[in-house]
């Protein structure tokens, strides 16, 4: 799935092995699990939301009309939870009221893919090293 091949190529992993993270999306549900109910529980025990900004996730359901995305933003603005954008392409996301005012990864502002392809890998790392830091400032 798409979830599955971004978050590959975010290198996540090591984070998950030194327990600072677990690693779940949408992806994961399983035929036969009730999915609205799988994805309130694990916002409910989540308190990190990475969202990974495009131009195709800001114009889909669930960024603009989902309870998922309602849910995860209410969590942000209670301060029980904190919602990350990463940005892998260009797009509009200053524009979106509960997204525009949000640091967001990389640092620099600039999407993963404008950068060349050789430098992609080092954009999707530096992504992931500025998250670790959430974890130790």
């Avoid at 114009?59 to 309602?70: L, M």
């Avoid at 200053?94 to 430098?119: A, F, V, Y």
């Amino acid at each position: 799935s798409l979830s599955n091949k971004l978050l590959s190529k975010l290198e996540l992993l090591p984070l998950e092995k030194l327990n600072l993270i677990r690693i779940w999306h949408r992806g994961k549900i399983k035929p036969g699990m009730k999915t609205a109910k799988e994805i309130n529980d694990r916002i409910q025990k989540s308190m990190i939301f990475l969202i990974l900004l495009s131009s195709d996730y800001l114009s889909s359901k669930i960024c603009s009309h989902d309870e998922e995305y309602r849910l995860i933003i209410n969590k942000h603005k209670s301060k029980s939870g904190q919602v990350v954008p990463v940005i892998l392409s260009p797009c509009l996301w200053r524009k979106i009221p509960e997204l525009g005012d949000l640091d967001c990864l990389p640092k620099n502002q600039r999407p993963i893919s404008g950068s060349r392809e050789w430098n992609k890998k080092t954009a999707f790392n530096q992504v992931v090293e500025e998250f670790h830091s959430f974890f130790y400032d």
